[in-house]
Protein backbone atom coordinates (compact mmCIF):
# COMPACT_ATOMS: atom_id res chain seq x y z
CA UNK A 1 0.00 0.00 0.00
CA UNK A 2 2.96 2.44 1.07
CA UNK A 3 4.86 1.68 -2.48
CA UNK A 4 1.05 2.73 -4.25
CA UNK A 5 1.09 5.55 -2.52
CA UNK A 6 4.36 6.78 -3.19
CA UNK A 7 3.70 6.15 -7.00
CA UNK A 8 0.65 8.53 -6.68
CA UNK A 9 2.40 10.80 -5.46
CA UNK A 10 4.95 10.83 -8.18
CA UNK A 11 2.40 11.20 -10.73
CA UNK A 12 1.05 7.77 -11.16
CA UNK A 13 -2.28 7.73 -13.00
CA UNK A 14 -2.67 4.22 -12.76
CA UNK A 15 -1.48 4.34 -8.71
CA UNK A 16 -4.64 7.16 -8.44
CA UNK A 17 -7.01 4.23 -10.08
CA UNK A 18 -5.83 1.66 -8.15
CA UNK A 19 -5.93 3.98 -4.82
CA UNK A 20 -9.49 4.34 -6.15
CA UNK A 21 -10.62 1.15 -6.48
CA UNK A 22 -9.32 0.18 -3.28
CA UNK A 23 -11.06 3.30 -1.32
CA UNK A 24 -14.06 2.32 -3.12
CA UNK A 25 -14.47 -1.40 -2.56
CA UNK A 26 -12.39 -2.01 0.37
CA UNK A 27 -14.13 -1.27 3.95
CA UNK A 28 -11.25 -2.22 5.68
CA UNK A 29 -8.22 -0.19 3.69
CA UNK A 30 -10.60 3.30 3.07
CA UNK A 31 -9.60 4.33 6.56
CA UNK A 32 -5.97 3.79 6.10
CA UNK A 33 -5.27 5.36 2.69
CA UNK A 34 -6.92 8.33 3.48
CA UNK A 35 -5.23 8.93 7.14
CA UNK A 36 -2.06 8.07 5.21
CA UNK A 37 -2.58 10.67 2.42
CA UNK A 38 -3.91 13.23 4.53
CA UNK A 39 -0.64 15.25 4.62
CA UNK A 40 -0.90 15.41 1.00
CA UNK A 41 -4.51 16.95 0.64
CA UNK A 42 -6.03 20.01 1.16
CA UNK A 43 -5.16 21.68 -2.28
CA UNK A 44 -7.36 20.87 -4.78
CA UNK A 45 -10.40 22.52 -4.86
CA UNK A 46 -13.24 19.94 -4.24
CA UNK A 47 -16.57 21.12 -6.62
CA UNK A 48 -19.99 19.07 -5.93
CA UNK A 49 -21.86 19.20 -8.85
CA UNK A 50 -25.67 18.32 -8.02
CA UNK A 51 -29.06 18.30 -10.01
CA UNK A 52 -31.60 15.69 -11.13
CA UNK A 53 -30.70 13.08 -14.16
CA UNK A 54 -30.61 15.13 -17.18
CA UNK A 55 -30.15 18.36 -15.75
CA UNK A 56 -26.87 18.80 -17.99
CA UNK A 57 -24.64 18.67 -15.30
CA UNK A 58 -21.87 16.22 -17.39
CA UNK A 59 -22.18 18.64 -20.14
CA UNK A 60 -21.31 21.28 -17.71
CA UNK A 61 -18.42 19.33 -16.43
CA UNK A 62 -17.41 18.90 -19.80
CA UNK A 63 -17.26 22.58 -21.00
CA UNK A 64 -15.52 23.78 -17.72
CA UNK A 65 -12.97 21.10 -17.79
CA UNK A 66 -12.11 22.38 -21.16
CA UNK A 67 -11.60 25.57 -20.08
CA UNK A 68 -9.57 24.66 -16.86
CA UNK A 69 -7.24 22.20 -19.43
CA UNK A 70 -6.73 25.57 -21.32
CA UNK A 71 -5.24 27.03 -18.14
CA UNK A 72 -3.13 23.85 -18.08
CA UNK A 73 -4.90 22.94 -14.85
CA UNK A 74 -5.60 19.17 -13.89
CA UNK A 75 -8.71 18.28 -13.67
CA UNK A 76 -10.46 14.98 -12.13
CA UNK A 77 -13.91 14.06 -12.62
CA UNK A 78 -15.87 11.59 -10.08
CA UNK A 79 -19.12 10.81 -11.36
CA UNK A 80 -21.56 9.19 -8.62
CA UNK A 81 -24.14 7.37 -10.81
CA UNK A 82 -27.22 6.64 -9.68
CA UNK A 83 -28.25 4.12 -11.94
CA UNK A 84 -27.10 0.19 -11.91
CA UNK A 85 -23.06 -0.02 -13.29
CA UNK A 86 -24.63 -2.99 -14.84
CA UNK A 87 -27.46 -1.37 -17.21
CA UNK A 88 -25.16 1.58 -17.19
CA UNK A 89 -27.00 3.75 -19.83
CA UNK A 90 -26.61 7.52 -18.25
CA UNK A 91 -22.70 5.86 -17.66
CA UNK A 92 -22.01 5.23 -21.21
CA UNK A 93 -23.74 8.91 -22.32
CA UNK A 94 -21.38 10.30 -19.69
CA UNK A 95 -18.55 9.15 -21.00
CA UNK A 96 -19.42 9.97 -24.48
CA UNK A 97 -19.65 13.51 -23.84
CA UNK A 98 -16.68 13.48 -21.64
CA UNK A 99 -14.37 11.86 -25.02
CA UNK A 100 -12.53 14.38 -25.69
CA UNK A 101 -10.81 14.63 -22.06
CA UNK A 102 -10.56 10.86 -22.20
CA UNK A 103 -7.45 10.48 -23.31
CA UNK A 104 -5.69 13.89 -21.75
CA UNK A 105 -3.42 12.69 -19.18
CA UNK A 106 -4.29 15.80 -17.23
CA UNK A 107 -7.49 14.64 -16.85
CA UNK A 108 -8.60 12.03 -14.74
CA UNK A 109 -12.00 10.30 -14.98
CA UNK A 110 -13.83 7.81 -12.80
CA UNK A 111 -17.67 6.69 -12.40
CA UNK A 112 -18.68 5.09 -9.24
CA UNK A 113 -21.94 3.61 -8.15
CA UNK A 114 -24.41 5.19 -5.31
CA UNK A 115 -23.35 3.33 -2.29
CA UNK A 116 -26.60 2.95 0.13
CA UNK A 117 -26.40 4.01 3.71
CA UNK A 118 -25.24 6.56 6.13
CA UNK A 119 -22.68 8.85 4.98
CA UNK A 120 -23.29 7.95 1.28
CA UNK A 121 -21.47 9.94 -1.04
CA UNK A 122 -18.84 10.39 1.58
CA UNK A 123 -18.13 7.13 1.90
CA UNK A 124 -16.57 6.57 -1.47
CA UNK A 125 -16.59 10.16 -3.42
CA UNK A 126 -14.55 11.94 -0.87
CA UNK A 127 -11.87 9.44 -0.22
CA UNK A 128 -11.55 9.19 -3.97
CA UNK A 129 -11.34 12.75 -4.26
CA UNK A 130 -8.72 12.61 -1.12
CA UNK A 131 -6.47 10.06 -3.84
CA UNK A 132 -7.24 12.84 -6.68
CA UNK A 133 -6.24 15.73 -4.19
CA UNK A 134 -2.93 13.74 -3.10
CA UNK A 135 -2.34 12.98 -7.01
CA UNK A 136 -1.82 16.62 -7.72
CA UNK A 137 -5.32 17.49 -9.09
CA UNK A 138 -6.35 21.25 -9.49
CA UNK A 139 -10.12 20.88 -9.34
CA UNK A 140 -11.95 17.81 -9.13
CA UNK A 141 -15.68 17.59 -9.29
CA UNK A 142 -18.22 15.47 -8.10
CA UNK A 143 -20.83 15.13 -9.99
CA UNK A 144 -23.84 13.59 -7.94
CA UNK A 145 -28.27 13.07 -9.51
CA UNK A 146 -29.60 13.27 -6.52
CA UNK A 147 -31.66 14.63 -3.97
CA UNK A 148 -31.10 12.59 -0.59
CA UNK A 149 -29.57 13.02 2.46
CA UNK A 150 -25.98 11.89 1.05
CA UNK A 151 -26.39 14.83 -1.13
CA UNK A 152 -26.82 17.34 1.77
CA UNK A 153 -24.58 15.50 4.14
CA UNK A 154 -21.94 15.80 1.53
CA UNK A 155 -21.39 19.36 1.86
CA UNK A 156 -19.00 19.62 4.42
CA UNK A 157 -15.73 18.55 2.80
CA UNK A 158 -16.74 19.87 -0.42
CA UNK A 159 -15.25 23.60 -1.32
CA UNK A 160 -17.95 24.54 -3.55
CA UNK A 161 -21.65 23.21 -4.07
CA UNK A 162 -23.36 24.01 -7.95
CA UNK A 163 -26.76 23.06 -8.00
CA UNK A 164 -27.93 22.49 -11.37
CA UNK A 165 -31.60 23.41 -12.30
CA UNK A 166 -33.66 23.73 -15.76
CA UNK A 167 -36.13 25.96 -16.57
CA UNK A 168 -39.23 25.28 -15.60
CA UNK A 169 -38.83 24.17 -12.08
CA UNK A 170 -41.10 21.10 -11.58
CA UNK A 171 -38.69 17.72 -11.40
CA UNK A 172 -36.09 20.19 -9.26
CA UNK A 173 -39.18 21.46 -6.23
CA UNK A 174 -38.06 18.02 -4.78
CA UNK A 175 -34.33 18.94 -4.42
CA UNK A 176 -35.53 22.07 -2.77
CA UNK A 177 -37.25 20.28 -0.37
CA UNK A 178 -35.01 17.84 0.37
CA UNK A 179 -32.33 21.04 1.66
CA UNK A 180 -30.60 21.33 -1.61
CA UNK A 181 -31.46 25.02 -1.01
CA UNK A 182 -29.34 25.51 1.76
CA UNK A 183 -26.32 24.12 0.47
CA UNK A 184 -26.15 25.28 -3.05
CA UNK A 185 -23.39 28.44 -3.24
CA UNK A 186 -24.03 28.67 -7.24
CA UNK A 187 -27.28 27.82 -9.06
CA UNK A 188 -27.25 27.17 -12.63
CA UNK A 189 -30.26 27.47 -14.80
CA UNK A 190 -28.91 25.34 -17.51
CA UNK A 191 -30.49 24.72 -20.80
CA UNK A 192 -30.94 28.81 -21.11
CA UNK A 193 -31.71 27.78 -24.63
CA UNK A 194 -34.82 27.08 -23.76
CA UNK A 195 -37.86 29.15 -23.04
CA UNK A 196 -38.45 30.20 -19.58
CA UNK A 197 -34.66 30.18 -18.28
CA UNK A 198 -34.63 34.13 -17.50
CA UNK A 199 -38.19 33.78 -15.55
CA UNK A 200 -36.58 30.76 -13.77
CA UNK A 201 -33.67 32.24 -12.43
CA UNK A 202 -35.91 35.32 -11.45
CA UNK A 203 -38.45 32.70 -9.71
CA UNK A 204 -35.43 30.72 -8.11
CA UNK A 205 -33.86 34.41 -6.97
CA UNK A 206 -37.04 34.87 -4.87
CA UNK A 207 -36.96 31.57 -3.50
CA UNK A 208 -33.17 32.11 -2.22
CA UNK A 209 -34.31 35.26 -0.29
CA UNK A 210 -35.92 33.11 2.01
CA UNK A 211 -32.70 31.21 3.04
CA UNK A 212 -31.70 32.37 6.38
CA UNK A 213 -29.97 36.19 6.21
CA UNK A 214 -27.26 35.43 7.99
CA UNK A 215 -26.06 33.02 5.40
CA UNK A 216 -23.65 34.42 1.94
CA UNK A 217 -25.99 35.01 -0.75
CA UNK A 218 -25.74 31.67 -3.57
CA UNK A 219 -24.86 33.36 -7.26
CA UNK A 220 -27.76 32.18 -10.08
CA UNK A 221 -26.90 32.29 -13.54
CA UNK A 222 -28.07 30.79 -16.79
CA UNK A 223 -25.82 28.66 -18.75
CA UNK A 224 -26.24 26.38 -22.23
CA UNK A 225 -23.83 23.79 -21.43
CA UNK A 226 -24.23 22.10 -24.99
CA UNK A 227 -23.64 25.25 -26.64
CA UNK A 228 -20.91 26.32 -24.63
CA UNK A 229 -22.98 29.39 -23.46
CA UNK A 230 -21.70 31.03 -19.60
CA UNK A 231 -19.72 28.43 -19.01
CA UNK A 232 -16.98 30.70 -18.36
CA UNK A 233 -19.24 32.66 -16.13
CA UNK A 234 -19.57 29.93 -14.41
CA UNK A 235 -16.15 28.71 -13.99
CA UNK A 236 -15.20 32.53 -12.94
CA UNK A 237 -17.87 32.48 -9.75
CA UNK A 238 -17.13 28.51 -9.04
CA UNK A 239 -13.14 30.24 -8.94
CA UNK A 240 -14.17 33.24 -6.76
CA UNK A 241 -16.37 31.46 -4.45
CA UNK A 242 -13.74 29.31 -3.34
N1 LIG B 1 -31.24 22.07 -24.93
C1 LIG B 1 -30.19 21.83 -24.16
N2 LIG B 1 -29.82 20.57 -23.88
C2 LIG B 1 -28.75 20.36 -23.08
C3 LIG B 1 -28.02 21.43 -22.53
N3 LIG B 1 -27.02 20.91 -21.77
C4 LIG B 1 -27.12 19.58 -21.85
N4 LIG B 1 -28.17 19.23 -22.65
C5 LIG B 1 -28.60 17.88 -23.02
O1 LIG B 1 -29.28 17.29 -21.93
C6 LIG B 1 -29.04 15.89 -21.90
C7 LIG B 1 -28.53 15.49 -20.54
O2 LIG B 1 -27.24 16.05 -20.34
P1 LIG B 1 -26.21 15.45 -19.29
O3 LIG B 1 -25.03 16.35 -19.27
O4 LIG B 1 -25.97 14.01 -19.54
O5 LIG B 1 -27.04 15.58 -17.94
P2 LIG B 1 -26.74 14.95 -16.50
O6 LIG B 1 -27.58 13.72 -16.38
O7 LIG B 1 -27.18 16.00 -15.54
O8 LIG B 1 -25.27 14.67 -16.42
C8 LIG B 1 -28.08 15.60 -23.03
O9 LIG B 1 -28.79 15.15 -24.13
C9 LIG B 1 -27.45 16.96 -23.29
O10 LIG B 1 -27.00 17.09 -24.61
C10 LIG B 1 -28.43 22.76 -22.84
O11 LIG B 1 -27.84 23.76 -22.41
N5 LIG B 1 -29.51 22.91 -23.64
MG1 LIG C 1 -24.23 12.93 -15.94
Redesign the pocket.
Known sequence: MQKLIQELLKGSKNAAARLISIVENENDKRAGIVKALKPHTGRAHIVGIT??????????I?GLTGLLRAKKKKVGVIAVDPTSPVTGG?LL??RI?MLDHFLDTGVFIRSMAVREGAGGLSKTALPAAAVLDAFGTDVIFI?T?GVGQSETAVKGPVHTVVV?LTPNLGDDVQMMKAGIMEIGDVFVI?????KNAAGTARELEQMLLLLPSGRKKPSVLV?????G?GIDSLLAIIEKVR
Open positions: GAPGSGKSTLSAGDREAVNKGDLTAASEK
